[in-house]
Structure formats: C-alpha cells, structure tokens
C-alpha cells in the first residue's frame, strides 16, 4: 500500500511570495491533516478535514493560509504571503478508522523562506 | 487544554545501554499518548501507543512505554540501545485516540554513542 504523498520536497521563497504544498494521502484514508514542524520544535496541527470538510482550523493563521480539500481525496496548503517564520517542515497525515485512527504521515515540504 | 513536557531536547547513550526518554503530559481528559521516531528526511513513524488497555505498551523495535497516572508521564525506554535507534522522538497526546490532531512534544534527539 502505498504511503502519504508529498509534493515538493524542498521549496526556497523570497518573503512575501506565494507557496502551495500538494499532499495525496493513502487510499480510502477519510481524515486528513496538515502540521507545521518549526526546526527544533514538535509538529503544530494545522488544519484536519474529514472527507472535504474542515473538523479542526483553529491554529490555521487564517489571513495568510489557506487549504483545501476537494472531492475528499487530496489536500494542498497555501501559504499567501510567505513571512519568514513561515519556515518549517510541513506535514501532511492521514487515518482511518479501519486502522484505529492512526496517523500515517508523509515525508514533509521543507519550506525555506529568504 | 492538553500539553506534553519531553525532559532533554538530546540524550546520549552508548550502545547496548538502556535508553530512557522521558514525556510527561497534561490533559484535562483520559488520555491517548504516543510516542513517534523520525529519521532525518522523512516522517513521523509510530512506535507505540496507550488507549487505556494496558498500563505497559509494547511497540516496534524493542520499545516499550509505560502510562504512570499518579506521575502524568509515559516514559519510553529500550533495554539496549542500538546504532540504528539515533533519532528524534516525540511525545504527543490526543483526546479522542487520534481521530483528533495531535499535541506533540518537542521531541528528544537520541545520538548512539559507539
């Protein structure tokens, strides 16, 4: 079974700019989410959708990110304008309840803001 | 609202020695923890994790932890340290199982000495 897929793995930014980040999460998997992993800090959620519709934004910063879920499959991230705390790793996860809702996470966008 | 304390941003072991990581958490509900390993460059993997079956959780790779009410903490440790173990390791708790998003820790960096 093939796992989260992540797109791109490395982005680098001029502050400011816009940024969106792809996440395709395992098949049939209904709950989705994004974390922010600041370098030396623990993954922040930041959004969690159940199928296409949001469960959980209430850390999302709202004035500049936005994310979506179509069709309930899968999700992008976008970051609109970049500020450069905006640098992170960020983590999409998926679950199911068919596997007692654990989180199986994709390798990550390490994101770079200058 | 819940929290998680990891005692030890780094600890350092030799190999074959015990390993001892400690977490400690706060919840205003029973909770659901969780520890998990990431390798540089990649993901989150899960090692184990305590639904209040068992007090004492075995997971992957040799790891156990164990869910102390009385000291709000859920250590994880390993009888005998191996190279392949040198990893970030995070804490995290959930109230509903992980079918919420996850509060982790700020992880603990595991380095094996030779």
């Known amino acids: 079974e093939a796992g989260v897929a992540q797109s791109p793995r490395y982005k680098i930014i001029e502050k400011r700019q816009s940024v969106a980040f792809w996440c395709n999460p395992i098949?049939?998997?209904?709950?989705l989410y994004w974390y922010q992993q600041i370098l030396g800090q623990g993954p922040k959620l930041l959004i969690q959708f159940q199928n296409n519709g949001v469960v959980d934004d209430s850390q999302l910063p709202k004035d500049r990110f936005s994310a979506e879920r179509l069709k309930g499959v899968d999700s992008t991230l976008k970051i609109q304008p970049a500020k450069l705390e905006d640098s992170a790793v960020y983590l999409c996860?998926?679950?199911?309840?068919?596997?007692?809702?654990?989180?199986?996470f994709g390798p990550g966008t390490r994101l770079t803001v200058l | 609202a819940q929290s998680v304390t990891q005692l030890g941003s780094h600890v350092s072991v030799s190999e074959g020695a015990l390993v001892l990581l400690r977490c400690n958490y706060s919840s205003s509900v029973p909770p659901y923890l969780f520890w998990y390993v990431q390798y540089p460059n990649q993901g989150l993997q899960l090692l184990l994790k305590y639904t209040s079956a068992a007090t004492l959780v075995k997971g992957i790779n040799g790891f156990e932890a164990e869910f102390k009410k009385s000291e709000t903490s859920f250590h994880l440790t390993k009888p005998s340290a191996h190279m392949s173990d040198a990893a970030e390791y995070f804490c995290a708790v959930s109230e509903r199982g992980g079918a919420d998003g996850l509060t982790f820790g700020k992880g603990t960096h595991l380095i094996i000495q030779p």
């Open positions: 098949s049939g998997h209904a709950t």
């Open positions: 996860a998926s679950s199911s309840v068919r596997f007692a809702n654990e989180q199986f």
